[in-house]
């Protein structure tokens, strides 16, 4: 198992970062490791609704399926996913509004399937260096482009982040 907990400031108000959370288009633009992200039709987006998230880490890519777990507008979202015999997650995002913007919070527990203690304890460690990477660099992203979004058209918005990538 492993669990990190990273944040950022961010210089624009909750209600701008929320569409980058939830958004599957925008939440794609900032977490670089997220190929696709599935909600079924029809469904809305609340406590219990299921999705799958395609990732992709070095080489392998995987499908999670996913549960919302909690749900608060502008505020906090948070699921859980499997990628059966793989892998299990809970992720939370959490906005807290401050002066001047928010700070934002990302909380990972990633848990390997089907490994002895031993290897799960190191592997463990292993993945919470890479995952604590991660975390900065999708922190970063998600920085950068909401900040930049800010003030901007949203035409103009989507060509500038095609030619910045």
């Avoid at 569409?19 to 599935?38: A, C, G, Q, V």
């Avoid at 996913?66 to 499997?82: S, Y």
């Avoid at 807290?96 to 919070?105: A, D, H, S, T, V």
């Avoid at 991660?134 to 979004?149: A, G, H, I, M, Y």
């Amino acid at each position: 198992m492993a669990r990190i907990r990273e944040g950022t400031h961010l210089k624009v108000t909750p209600d701008r970062v929320w569409p980058f959370i939830i958004d599957p288009e925008k939440s794609i633009l900032w977490r670089k490791d997220t190929r696709t992200l599935t909600m079924p039709r029809g469904e809305d987006l609340q406590v219990g609704a299921h999705y799958s998230i395609e990732k992709e880490i070095g080489t392998r890519s995987y499908t999670l399926e996913c549960t919302v777990t909690e749900l608060e507008e502008n505020r906090k979202f948070a699921f859980t996913g499997e990628a059966p015999g793989f892998v299990r997650v809970h992720v939370s995002y959490e906005v807290i509004p401050r002066e001047k913007g928010c700070l934002f919070i990302i909380a990972e527990r990633i848990d390997l399937l089907k490994m002895n203690f031993l290897k799960s304890f190191f592997s463990g460690l292993f993945i919470k260096k890479i995952l604590a990477n991660l975390v900065k660099c999708f922190l970063d992203n998600l920085k950068s482009t909401v900040e930049f979004q800010e003030g901007k058209p949203t035409a103009t918005w989507h060509n500038a982040l095609n030619h910045m990538w």
